[in-house]
C-alpha cells in the first residue's frame, strides 16, 4: 500500500512547468535544469508578438523539451494567422500538444471572442495536434460569469468526445487544496469526465506571489498569501507549495472519483529554484511535518 511520500511523488509524476518567452531568455539552456522531454507550455500574453513564442517552442524542442504553445482566442487576429502558425509550429517543431485559453483581454483583437469558436475550425486535429488543454478555474474567472463557465467547459467535453481529441484542463494556480477539492466535485457533478491538471505556484517569495495572485485574480485562497503579506518581515520569505502538495495527494489517493491526475507548475520566482524543488520532491527528498513537509536538502 503506497504511504503518504509515495502519494506525493505521484502526484509530482510528469509534472509540467511554464515559460514566458521573455523569462526563457534569461536560461542559458533548458538542459541545465529540466529533465529531459519535460513539458514545457510556452505563453502567448496579451500585445506580446506570437513570433517570440514560436522562436521559444523551437528552442526547447532543440534543447530535448516538449514545448506546448499558449493560443489565447481574443488575441488571434483571424483564421490566417491562427493557421500559419500552426503549419510553422509543426514545421519547425513538431508540435503535437497545445494549451487554448480564451485570453485575458477584454476586447478580442480580432475574430474570436471564445475558445469555442478555435476548436470549431478544427485545424488544431489538421496540423497535428493530438493532446489538447483547455483552461480550468478552480477559484472561478474574473472574465466569464460562472455559468458561461460551466457550459463552456460542457461543450468541450463534448468536442472532445465528438472528435476523439484528448483533452484535459490546465488550471490557473491556487494556494490551498480545499477550493480545488470543491470545485473538481462540482464539475464532476455537472458532468466534467475531462482529466485535470492543477496549477500550483512554484518558490517565490510572498512579495512575489502576491504580486501575480493579485493580476490573476485568484480567488478564496489568496486570503493564505494575503494574511502573511501583512507581517511586513516575512515579504520577501520564500514560499514553498508544500502543504498545497500534500493535500493534494492525499485527496488523488483517497478519493477513486478525484479528477485530478497532475500537476502544471508556474515558477513564479523563477525556473531555477522551482525546478530544484520539484526533483528534490520526486526524489524523495522531504520529510513529512505537520503542516506540509521539509526539504533535506538546500535548494
Known amino acids: 500500500m503506497a504511504n503518504e511520500t509515495d502519494n506525493i511523488k505521484k502526484l509530482l509524476d510528469?509534472?509540467?512547468?511554464?515559460?514566458?518567452?521573455?523569462?526563457?531568455?534569461?536560461?542559458?539552456?533548458?538542459?541545465?535544469?529540466?529533465?529531459?522531454?519535460?513539458?514545457?507550455?510556452?505563453?502567448?500574453?496579451?500585445?506580446s508578438d506570437f513570433n517570440d513564442t514560436v522562436a521559444t517552442v523551437?528552442?526547447?524542442?532543440?534543447?530535448?523539451?516538449?514545448?506546448?504553445?499558449?493560443?489565447?482566442?481574443?488575441?488571434i487576429p483571424n483564421l490566417k494567422f491562427f493557421e500559419e502558425n500552426l503549419k510553422i509550429l509543426q514545421a519547425e517543431a513538431q508540435v503535437d500538444e497545445a494549451l487554448l485559453i480564451g485570453g485575458g483581454v477584454t476586447n478580442p483583437v480580432g475574430d474570436f471572442s471564445d475558445s469555442?469558436?478555435?476548436?470549431?475550425?478544427?485545424l488544431f486535429q489538421k496540423y497535428g495536434i493530438k493532446k489538447l488543454g483547455v483552461a480550468g478555474h478552480p477559484e472561478g474567472s474574473?472574465?466569464?460569469?460562472?455559468?458561461?463557465?460551466?457550459?463552456a467547459l460542457l461543450e468541450k467535453n463534448a468536442y472532445a468526445?465528438?472528435?476523439g481529441i484528448d483533452m484535459y484542463i490546465t488550471t490557473q494556480f491556487c494556494f490551498e487544496a480545499e477550493p480545488i477539492i470543491e470545485w473538481?466535485?462540482?464539475?464532476?457533478?455537472?458532468?466534467?469526465?475531462?482529466?485535470?491538471?492543477?496549477?500550483?505556484?512554484?518558490?517565490?517569495?510572498?512579495?512575489?506571489?502576491?504580486?501575480?495572485?493579485?493580476?490573476?485574480?485568484?480567488?478564496p485562497s489568496m486570503r493564505i498569501i494575503t494574511r502573511q503579506a501583512a507581517n511586513i518581515t516575512k515579504l520577501l520569505t520564500t514560499r514553498m507549495p508544500d502543504?498545497?502538495?500534500?493535500?493534494?495527494?492525499?485527496?488523488?489517493?483517497?478519493?477513486?472519483?478525484?479528477?485530478?491526475?497532475?500537476?502544471?507548475?508556474?515558477?513564479?520566482?523563477?525556473?531555477?529554484?522551482?525546478?530544484?524543488?520539484l526533483y528534490a520532491v520526486k526524489d524523495g527528498k522531504f520529510n513529512l511535518n505537520d503542516e506540509g513537509f521539509d526539504l533535506t536538502i538546500e535548494i
Open 184 to 219: 473538481d466535485k462540482r464539475i464532476r457533478a455537472e458532468g466534467n469526465t475531462l482529466p485535470i491538471h492543477i496549477g500550483i505556484p512554484g518558490l517565490a517569495t510572498i512579495k512575489t506571489l502576491l504580486a501575480h495572485a493579485t493580476a490573476c485574480g485568484i480567488g
Open 243 to 277: 502543504k498545497l502538495t500534500r493535500d493534494l495527494a492525499n485527496y488523488q489517493a483517497t478519493d477513486p472519483q478525484c479528477g485530478i491526475n497532475q500537476v502544471h507548475l508556474y515558477p513564479l520566482g523563477g525556473m531555477t529554484k522551482s525546478a530544484k524543488w
Open 161 to 163: 468526445k465528438e472528435h
Open 14 to 47: 510528469n509534472c509540467s512547468v511554464e515559460v514566458t518567452p521573455g523569462g526563457a531568455k534569461k536560461i542559458e539552456n533548458f538542459r541545465d535544469l529540466l529533465h529531459p522531454g519535460t513539458t514545457v507550455f510556452v505563453t502567448f500574453l496579451p500585445g
Open 116 to 122: 469555442m469558436q478555435i476548436l470549431r475550425t478544427n
Open 142 to 151: 474574473p472574465d466569464i460569469k460562472p455559468e458561461e463557465v460551466t457550459k
Open 58 to 75: 523551437k528552442r526547447l524542442s532543440e534543447e530535448g523539451m516538449k514545448p506546448v504553445p499558449h493560443f489565447a482566442a481574443r488575441s
